[in-house]
């Protein structure tokens, strides 16, 4: 791949790089490039949990690519937001846990990305806007759905309406990040806690993000369902019974993903 960089460490954790330094500007073979290797990760078994951090220490991603889109027609435009939220949906639909590991920018589509992950932990330079008022557009993947479900529609709304940057320090007041450090730490703190997550049951781990997942958007009769049936899928595994046995053993448990 041309856009991005990925390596798989011996503690199943995949880590992904967006690879068009110094800003990683997000381009339609970006956006093509992460839902082939999304679709590759979401099958690869020895994968159980995804960091996914932009090349350099500028940017995460500072934004669709402007030069592409000033190009182009309604119709153009119209498939290359279709192919961007595929690319959204791959992330945020995988099965595994995702980390958002921010450094720098994170700005229109680089935000919209962090916000496809489970988990952002950022840099203390780190900068995030959805800026797209400015220009006389509104966010095309996902950035008007997904950032008030995770800090709510006032917060939302402010960020969105006056289309300003926040730093790193407003970001976590805002529940936008789970954690900020520093630049030299962010790949240590993000290494750990996919290594922590990846040691977890993976059948377990699928089922709690499919409940939390999809029960944001539904009733909560029908999320109390869907709890109950990801409940039984867990409690069928191999991995329960290796839970609950090394929990009366006192040791820890050897989960295989079964």
Not at 33 to 44: A, D
Not at 235 to 242: G, H, L, P, V
């Amino acid at each position: 791949m041309e856009t991005l960089d990925y390596n798989l460490d011996e503690n199943h954790v995949a880590t992904v790089y967006l690879n068009r330094p110094p800003y990683n500007p997000m381009n339609t073979q970006l956006y093509q490039e992460i839902s082939v290797l999304f679709e590759e990760l979401e099958k690869n078994p020895l994968v159980r949990a995804i960091i996914i951090t932009g090349k350099g220490d500028r940017a995460f991603a500072a934004g669709a690519d402007l030069k592409e889109m000033m190009n182009l027609n309604g119709a153009e435009m119209l498939e290359m937001s279709r192919i961007s939220r595929l690319a959204y949906d791959k992330v945020d639909g995988i099965s595994k846990p995702v980390i958002a590991a921010v450094n720098g920018l994170a700005i229109g589509g680089g935000c919209e990305l962090a916000l496809a992950c489970d988990f952002r932990i950022c840099s203390s330079n780190t900068k995030f806007g959805l800026p797209e008022v400015n220009l006389g557009i509104i966010p095309g993947g996902g950035g008007t759905q997904r950032l008030p479900r995770l800090i709510g529609p006032s917060k939302a709304k402010e960020l969105l309406f006056f289309g300003e940057m926040v730093d790193a320090e407003k970001a976590v007041e805002f529940g936008l990040v789970n954690k900020s450090v520093e630049l030299d730490q962010l790949i240590s703190e993000a290494t750990r806690w996919a290594r922590e997550l990846a040691e977890k049951p993976s059948i377990a781990m699928q089922m709690l993000k499919k409940s939390v997942n999809q029960g944001g958007s539904i009733d909560l009769q029908s999320g109390l369902d869907l709890e109950a049936a990801c409940f039984g899928n867990a409690f069928a595994s191999e991995d329960r019974k290796e839970g609950m046995k090394s929990f009366i053993d006192k040791r820890k448990p050897e989960f295989t993903g079964r």
